[in-house]
Nanobody, 124 residues
């Protein structure tokens, strides 16, 4: 069992920035691929960004590419999502998730453990 706790959400104006963090309760954090997903009201949960076990490979949804950056600290068992140039359409609950042997980072079915989510609201 891995517990994940997200933090850093809030209300920001369009064009602003937020930094989300995800802390994992596992000593084997390095074994897990980590993904960030988001879910807006009335919409399905969608992939935002992913990072492989050692942080050597990252992958982003087209909608956030060039604006968001994912990074991880395996010693601290944390993953951050730096979000810049935020838009109202980025408004959603953001979730981090971890999975073992994830073949496709954007596939939410490959992630085993999920956090409770943190709300991000971008005003226009």
């Amino acid at each position: 069992q891995v517990d994940l706790v997200e933090s850093g959400g809030g209300l920001v104006q369009a064009g602003g920035s937020l930094r989300l963090s995800c802390a994992a309760s596992t000593r084997t954090f390095i074994r897990y691929t980590v993904g960030w997903f988001r879910q807006a009201p009335g919409k399905e949960r969608e992939f935002v960004a992913g990072i492989n076990t050692r942080g050597q490979a990252t992958f982003y949804a087209d909608s956030v590419k060039g604006r968001f950056t994912i990074s991880r600290d395996n010693a601290e068992a944390t993953v951050d999502l730096q979000m810049n140039a935020l838009k109202p359409e980025d408004t959603a609950v953001y979730y981090c998730a971890v999975g073992n042997r994830v073949a496709r980072m954007s596939n939410r079915d490959e992630y085993t453990y999920w956090g409770q989510g943190t709300q991000v609201t971008v005003s226009s």
